[in-house]
């Protein structure tokens, strides 16, 4: 059964930083891209990232909203995906869900998120 | 980007009714289109991808067509369990975008 577990959420300052971070297991994690989804309350869902495998060369990709501030990492030896928050700003406060990329280059399997809340 | 945009925004049905819920993309996004559904208070859920394949464990009571710019999920006897938010996403270009939702509730 595939499982992805995020944590690493909580509460933060305006320009502060966190890092959450997305358990992986029941599937071979190397073998898939991984994004990031987030929702802030009461709103619909937004991408926030995605992070392709190795024979991609981890390459990257991010919504603009996120851009310059926001990195997608992985380790494949833990089967782990990272999500490094910098310069935080209270709109980026949201739930934020883990995702499997399937085969078919759409998202399959979601955790079920961890909050970041961003207030002063 | 490209704009997703669903309509209804909200649609009131009974138990055993059939609905049609409709997306369109500001251009031509082929066949990538994807659908969930989320509950209250719980992680999305996929339940369709390439416009009308359903992800493994998803009843056949969804369906998916369209191609282009305008598709639709249509879902069949409805259930209490099926009274949820729906959105869809296109996967043709980066930034993936979601459409802002479909609630569909019960009459």
């Known amino acids: 059964e595939v499982q992805l577990v995020e944590s690493g959420g909580g509460l933060v300052q305006p320009g502060g930083s966190l890092r959450l971070s997305c358990a992986a297991s029941g599937f071979t994690f190397s073998d898939h891209y991984m994004d990031w989804v987030r929702q802030a309350p009461g709103k619909g869902l937004e991408w926030v990232g995605r992070?392709?495998?190795?024979?991609?060369?981890?390459?990257?990709e991010y919504a603009a909203s996120v851009k310059g501030r926001f990195t997608i990492s992985r380790d494949d030896s833990k089967n782990s995906l990272y999500l490094q928050m910098n310069s935080l700003k209270t709109e980026d406060t949201a739930v934020y869900y883990c995702?499997?990329?399937?085969?078919?280059?759409?998202?399959?399997?979601w955790g079920q998120g961890t909050l970041v809340t961003v207030s002063s | 980007d490209i704009q997703m945009t669903q309509s209804p925004s909200s649609l009131s049905a009974s138990v055993g009714d059939r609905v049609t819920i409709t997306c369109r993309a500001s251009?031509?996004?082929?066949?990538?289109l994807a659908w969930y559904q989320q509950k209250p208070g719980k992680a999305p859920k996929s339940l369709m991808y390439a416009t009308s394949s359903l992800q493994s464990g998803v009843p056949s009571k969804f369906s998916g067509s369209g191609s282009g710019t305008d598709f639709t999920l249509t879902i069949s006897s409805l259930q209490p369990e099926d009274f949820a938010l729906y959105y869809c996403?296109?996967?043709?270009?980066?930034?993936?975008?979601f459409g802002q939702g479909t609630r569909l509730e019960i009459k």
């Open positions: 251009q031509d996004i082929s066949n990538y």
């Open positions: 995702v499997r990329v399937s085969g078919s280059y759409c998202i399959d399997h």
């Open positions: 996403q296109q996967y043709k270009s980066y930034p993936v975008t």
């Open positions: 992070i392709r495998k190795k024979t991609n060369s981890y390459t990257t």
